[in-house]
């Protein structure tokens, strides 16, 4: 293989173009589940497949794959790739590093001559983000066969429209059932990501490999009360859903706070009032609580504190209560193997490295329940993501696709 170019301000220019494609006015990036902005970026980036000469297939949930043919196509593919979808307010990095990232990855690899004998697969994950049905890494929990079709029938969207709705607007074919993965398609999975935290960037390390994801999980409760006239509903009398979902929220931070694990982490994400007027009284709550840790045990116990808690403050405050655990998911280990990989081709190239916990998840935390998988992190500024200012050099990315490819390479010779 001759030596190895990575594309940076190219690569840049994909990213900033991608970064346009969006329902909010820049530098804010939002893109939900197929809204007519994510359809716009996916097929933004299937044309950049098609132009680096990669195979394309979509399946049912939307879920797309660009295969690079390797000389034994029996072999099981040697897998990457991400997310473009983006929550409301979001940047314009997260997931599209592993994406537009790993597609250079590919473009360099095939430009140094390298000729792969397992095949290399990028995939575009559906719904990472919870935004359209209150549950992430939507694509990915199908793809592994983690969500039962049961399950998915009754996922709603704030609106009451269901996937199969949503499968239709973005052009989806095919049965659901068709979905999941056979056994043994991949080798390998490798997830090129920015870190979403700060270490890398403070510690002045180039690349972080990750060893272990935290586990999610997330709670939807609607509360209902009685509204009313501001002025003449006495005080004594109300049953007021806001204050109830506020008490709630503060008990997310009260026992996300008070664990014995410094990984904890509680987060009243949405909250949602009606009738929403200022001189009315809010009849109807609506919340979703992300709690997450590194650990099981700690997490489980802080996720029974917040329901007791949600049960005893609905009781009191007279208030109809329904709650429902839309997910709750253990963390994932990372391959020891592969691992090690990643921290040999980062002395290779000369880079820092430091291995570490993720603890935001992402879809390789359900792609590690089927094959030996890791992450690649790249420092992020202040360690911000979601959010506009969201960012990553173009030499830091560069950092993170050459220590990809190479990965990548070592994988699929």
Known sequence: MQSLVIEEQALQREIDELALITEAAPPVVTRVLFSEADLQGREFVRNLYREAGLILREDAVGNIFGRWDGADKKLPAVATGSHIDAIPNAGKYDGVVGVLG?????????????????????????????????????????????????????????????????????????????????????????????????????????????????????????????????????????????LAGAEIALAVERAASTTASSD???????????????????????????????????????????????????????????????????????????????????????????RMISRAYHDSLFMAQVCPTTMIFIPCFKGYSHRPDEYSSPAQIKNGVAVLAQTLAKLAA
């Not at 007791?308 to 009191?316: K, L």
């Open 102 to 242: 790993a597609l250079e990855a590919i473009r360099a690899l095939k430009a140094a001559g390298f000729q792969p004998r397992r095949s290399i697969e990028l995939i575009i994950f559906t719904s990472e983000e919870p935004t359209r049905f209150g549950i992430g890494c939507l694509g990915s929990r199908l793809l592994v066969g983690l969500l039962s079709l049961e399950r998915v029938a009754a996922l709603r969207d704030r609106d009451g429209k269901d996937l199969e709705f949503w499968r239709k607007q973005g052009g989806c074919v095919g049965t659901l059932t068709s979905v999941k993965l056979p056994k043994d398609c991949y080798a390998a999975f490798v997830e090129l990501h920015i870190e979403q935290g700060p270490v890398l960037e403070a510690e002045n390390i180039a690349i972080g490999v990750v060893e272990k994801i935290a586990a999610p999980s997330t709670l939807r409760i609607q509360l209902t009360g009685v509204g009313g006239h501001a002025g003449a509903t006495l005080m004594p009398g109300r049953k007021d859903a806001l």
């Open 264 to 354: 904890t982490v509680g987060t009243t994400g949405f909250f949602r009032i009606e009738p929403g007027a200022v001189n009315s009284v809010p009849c109807r709550a609506w919340l979703e609580i992300d709690l997450r840790d590194t650990l099981l045990k700690t997490r489980d116990a802080a996720l029974q504190q917040i329901e007791t808690a949600v049960q005893e403050i609905c009781t009191r405050r007279k208030i109809e209560c329904a709650m429902e655990r839309l997910n709750v998911d253990p963390p994932a280990i990372c391959d020891a193997r592969l691992v090690e990989t990643v921290a040999t081709v980062c002395d290779d190239l000369d880079l820092s490295v430091k």
